[in-house]
């Protein structure tokens, strides 16, 4: 079965514009989870949709938001991109809500996000 | 808050040659614990995971136990191939449900030479 698919899957964008990623989970999974992975602060929750609504919320600033649609699938929008909001950012499903220990996460292949 | 402490690295072994990478962690209560596995150009593959101290986590030769008592979660592996090259990500999940995500350690790149 097809795996996480997120896109693009690299972005450059300009500073004070905004961006939007996609994330695909596997056929069935309910819950999308958002990380971003920096080499300074490594992997850091940024929040996890299930059902169509946010359950729960890392610390990450305003600026960081998200939806998810009838069909699962997420979108990440960042508004007023800043040099460090650069990172690879992964997208995680999962059939539960909640980092369960019998269900696992399934991580796509990243967005990687380039602030000029 | 929970946290998770792990070797950065990078290690640098021969193939065949005995490896360990050293993870502890900070939580309250029982969290469950994983190691998973990046490859360059890749997302996160789950390697192994464990729910209450003394469990054993253990795929694809790789092994780790649940430590409670030394809070550990060590990863090992007797005999490394060239293709275990990758950074290794130690994680731990809120008992309470997740409701943090998972905390990851800052990852381990680890080298294996021919």
């Known amino acids: 079965k097809a795996g996480v698919t997120q896109t693009p899957r690299y972005l450059i964008k300009t500073r004070g514009q905004q961006v939007t990623l996609s994330c695909s989970p596997i056929s069935g999974h309910r819950s999308v989870s958002w990380y971003q992975q920096t080499p300074g602060q490594g992997l850091q929750f940024l929040f996890e949709y299930f059902s169509e609504t946010q359950r729960n919320k890392g610390n990450f600033p305003g600026r960081f938001s998200g939806r998810q649609f009838s069909n699962s699938r997420s979108e990440m929008n960042v508004s007023t991109l800043e040099l460090g909001d650069s990172a690879l950012y992964l997208c995680?499903?999962?059939?539960?809500?909640?980092?369960?220990?019998?269900?696992?996460?399934?991580f796509g292949s990243g967005t990687r996000l380039t602030v000029v | 808050g929970n946290s998770v402490t792990q070797m950065e690295g990078p290690v640098t072994l021969s193939e065949e040659a005995f490896l360990t990478i050293n993870c502890t962690y900070t939580?309250?209560?029982?969290?469950?614990l994983f190691w998973y596995v990046q490859y360059p150009g890749e997302g996160l593959q789950l390697l192994l995971k464990?729910?209450?101290?003394?469990d054993k986590g253990s795929n694809k030769g790789f092994e780790a136990t649940y430590r409670k008592e030394t809070t550990s979660f060590h990863l090992e592996k007797g005999s490394v191939q060239v293709s275990d090259s990758a950074v290794y990500f130690c994680a731990l999940s809120d008992p309470g449900g997740g409701a943090d995500g998972l905390t990851f350690g800052k990852g381990t790149h680890l080298i294996i030479q021919p």
């Open positions: 995680a499903s999962s059939l539960v809500q909640g980092a369960n220990i019998n269900y696992g996460y399934t």
């Open positions: 939580a309250t209560g029982y969290p469950s």
């Open positions: 464990a729910t209450k101290a003394d």
